[in-house]
């Protein structure tokens, strides 16, 4: 769905905010300012965005038979001005190390390594959350050690991102972040992974799924989604579905952001 049709749906629904989180990208957020100026709505501004462990060990020897570290899933929110500088410098250096339409984003582009030519800039992505958001897919222990690093680097402003969608394997995902969230410390927080802003949008979603994969619809099985819950959904079914802890966080994290593009 366009940012403004989420926007104005979240406001019809009464939520407290709203995240846009396009794919290593802040092209939508323009759209969804002004229609949250018109709507009243808290915007939050952010990108998702998939990190690998770093070039190196991307192209390492793994001969000795061990999985290789996927990379893992960040949903990252500025909390501020500077943190939009930052958020939007680190999409830019991931966007130019690729070809047009991909990017490339490693945990180094945000450690405090001294050799790096960004780490001093960009060591701690300063002003920004980062919510890890890990796929029942992963194993355990690449999920804790996703998490690990993204305490020691974000400290008290990361957390792990929930997304319940009703699929078949929801309450693996339900268990695995329970435990890695009890070893780390780390909050857990209620997200919607919206793609649309209501329901019947699913099968203009699945056409654009089918136009990305440059496939015919009949194609792309399950690479689909494989239902219509990635919508706005009312506030009274998230509360059904998430612990109320989880939700609370949620609101929790979204009044740390403070950032506007009216400021």
Known sequence: SHPQELVARAAQLGYHALAIT????????????????????????GAQMGVSWSSDEADADTSTGARPMQPMRLVLL????????????????ARQRAVKGRYRAYR???????DHPHGALLAGLPGCLALLAPDVTQPFDQVLAHAQWLK???????????????????DELIERVRRVSGITGLAVAATGDALMHVRSRKPLQDTLTATRLGLPLAQCGWQLEPNAEQHL??????????EPAWLAQTVALAARCTFSLAA
């Not at 939508?28 to 949250?36: I, K, M, R, S, Y």
């Not at 501020?80 to 680190?90: D, N, P």
């Not at 180094?108 to 001294?114: G, K, L, N, R, W």
């Open 108 to 114: 180094s582009d945000v450690e405090s390594a001294a």
């Open 233 to 242: 959904r009312p506030i009274g079914r998230l509360q059904a579905l998430y």
């Open 78 to 93: 500025a909390q501020t001005r500077a943190g939009y500088g930052h958020l939007s410098q680190w999409i830019t250096i």
């Open 152 to 170: 020691a680097v974000f400290g008290d402003r990361a957390a792990i991102a929930l997304s319940l969608l009703l699929r078949a394997r929801d």
């Open 22 to 45: 396009d794919e290593c990208s802040l092209s939508g957020v323009v759209h969804a300012h002004e229609a949250a100026q018109r709507g009243g709505l808290h915007l939050i501004v």
